[in-house]
């Protein structure tokens, strides 16, 4: 069947936001979604965030199966370990059966993926060229979305949104903001993907007190 769809709303061509910036802070943090049947993966390695399709290109494996978790960019198929710029550096028996110097490691990077911030906000699309995260948004959002999420640094107990509270709608992502500072986010699985890329966290203002459920991020 002929996809009709204009070039930008293609799937492989939109944003989808992922995680918050907190759940990559760790060094090896790594979060996984799919667009489509393409798995992508945003990982921190050696400080870097950066995206990839989750895919190792010796035999084509997913390299993490997880939804989220902290582990080095490693197939578990072969053992190949990737570094930030997605070229293979650890292949267990390359002197004898690969026998991969510089260039042809290059050959075998990741493919990319475009990832981009919007204050404490995390988005990836599968295209690793196309129009910014702002262009997409409208810049109006964008700002909204960046003020929003850096006043709202602490995560708490789930809180189900009530009907008079605002929504903000952006990419897969929806937005509940009670009139006492809560802030519920809801990032749908993009299309393609089942309901464990579906993500939901509540986050409170600096100002709220600290209870035994909300925590400032690390």
């Not at 950066?50 to 989220?68: D, G, K, L, Q, W």
């Not at 510089?102 to 919007?118: M, Q, S, T, V």
């Not at 129009?131 to 789930?158: K, N, T, V």
Request: glycine share 6%; charged share 20%; with cysteine.
């Amino acid at each position: 069947m002929q996809n009709d769809a204009p070039e930008s709303r293609r799937p492989e061509n939109r944003w989808f936001h992922l995680c918050m910036a907190d759940d990559l802070a760790t060094l090896n943090a790594f979060v996984t979604t799919r667009v489509g049947a393409v798995p992508l993966v945003a990982q921190n390695i050696k400080g870097r965030v950066v995206a990839f399709r989750n895919v190792c290109t010796h035999r084509f494996a997913v390299i993490h199966s997880e939804p989220a978790g902290c582990g080095p960019l490693r197939c578990p198929y072969h053992g190949w370990s990737f570094d930030a710029d997605g070229v293979p550096v650890g292949l267990p028996f390359n002197p004898t059966d690969f026998q991969l110097e510089a260039e042809g490691r290059r050959r075998l990077a990741l493919h990319p993926a475009a990832l981009a911030r919007c204050g404490r906000l995390v988005f990836v699309r599968m295209a690793a060229d196309g129009p910014s995260l702002e262009e997409e948004l409208g810049a109006a959002l964008f700002a909204r979305l960046a003020a929003l999420s850096d006043a709202f640094p602490r995560r708490g107990a789930a809180l189900e949104p009530e009907d008079d509270w605002e929504r903000i709608d952006a990419a897969n992502l929806r937005i509940h903001q009670a009139p006492d500072g809560a802030l519920v986010l809801h990032s749908a699985a993009p299309a393609g993907a089942d309901s464990r890329f579906s993500r939901t966290v509540t986050l409170y203002p600096a100002t709220a007190p600290i209870t035994a459920d909300a925590e400032q991020p690390a």
